[in-house]
């Protein structure tokens, strides 16, 4: 939330301050990442049968459970990982990578002690649930793994 708030704040600020000075073209480029963050803004996640469904502000996303090998609560799994997407204005999202788990799919709104990972086909996908505990074995159930 911090991030998101002086990232705003400063996105904000510097295309108006931009326009104001006549800059058109970075002002409009700071508005289209400000735009895009936005879009990516990840509102929460529900698993329905084998789906789990990852709710975003204008989009959502799909995850087929039926490859599930691995989920299970991972705090703090992403610190000092190395960020290729948003890495927190609205969400973290994109792709992350560590020497331990190497790249994961991340979409996610914390990166402290609610991450869970999820083994999909061999992508690891990085997510950051309310309740890590419930939502994993929600998705183990839907996935077959557990009765």
Known sequence: MVTTGLGTAAVLGGAFGLLESGNLWVAGGLLLVWIHSVSGHVRGYAVEGTTLHIERLFRHERVDLSGLSMVEPRPRLLRGSVRVGNGGLFAFAGWFF????????????DLG???????????KWVVSPDDPLGFSSAVRRAAGLER
């Open 113 to 123: 002690e609610r991450t869970v990972m999820l083994v999909v086909d061999d992508v």
């Open 98 to 109: 560590n020497g331990r788990e190497r790249w994961m799919r991340v979409v996610a709104t």
